[in-house]
């Protein structure tokens, strides 16, 4: 038998299904690790700890930055696994379980995210990437209410769709960490501009690839 049969075949078993389809949330989690961690040192400092991170405005308003922090630490880790297949088939009501509590932590991230940007980043990032704060963040609570919407009328096509474009805004955060590594590694801080475009490219690269999943998921 050739190494190609082999590899088809193994990929069709039960065990290599399994094995692929946790490539996608080890990914994901992987990617969320940047924010995960960081929201950790923030914690760390605001109960007293070691100040580890550059001091923000947030830091003058602790209540929704906590928020922030325990709404995105879950609906990253907790909404990678909403892309194992074999939890989505349990029958033991998980995903749908899960699912409302990412609903509840994703539109509590989104909220904070602009309430924070609206309030404390202005002055950091100039009043053009305040504004993709707000659209994204909007963009965000939108696409998960409109996904809560089309599971209530049992729409899963479009429930997958819209729940898969709201994780992928929220994800915005690891994949900007990739966008300015590049930038901060040769030429420093990016000021406001080139931080606004590095930021926006995140997302735009996220939802891009959102919507190549759902389109592959759809064929």
């Known amino acids: ?17 399994a094995r692929g389809g946790w490539r996608v949330p080890a990914g994901l989690i992987a ?25 923000t405005a947030a830091l003058a308003a602790p209540v929704p930055l906590v928020l ?15 892309f194992v297949p074999r939890l989505r088939r349990r029958r033991n009501g998980w995903h749908r379980r899960a699912g409302r509590l990412l609903v509840v932590c994703g539109l509590l991230a989104g909220l904070t995210g602009m309430w924070m940007a609206y309030f404390h980043s202005r002055p950091v990032d100039g009043d ?17 209410g409109l996904g809560f919407a089309a599971i209530r009328r049992r729409d899963f096509s479009r429930h997958r769709a819209w729940m898969i474009r709201g994780y992928a805004i929220g994800m915005g955060a690891g994949t900007q960490a990739f966008t300015q590594a590049p930038w901060m590694l040769f030429f420093g801080a990016p000021g406001q501009l ?26």
């Open 1 to 17: 038998m050739s190494d190609e049969s082999m590899a088809v075949r193994s990929a069709r078993s039960p065990r290599g299904r």
């Open 31 to 55: 990617l969320g690790l940047v924010p995960v961690v960081a929201g950790a040192l923030r914690m760390t400092e605001l109960a007293g700890g070691p100040v580890n991170l550059p001091r």
């Open 68 to 82: 922030h922090i325990v709404s995105v630490t879950a609906y990253s880790i907790l909404g990678a696994f909403q």
């Open 194 to 219: 080139p931080r606004m475009f590095l930021m926006v490219a995140a997302w735009v690269i996220n939802l891009v690839v959102a919507e190549w999943a759902i389109r592959r998921w759809r064929g």
């Open 128 to 144: 053009l990437l305040l504004g993709f704060r707000l659209f994204f963040g909007a963009a965000m609570v939108v696409s998960i």
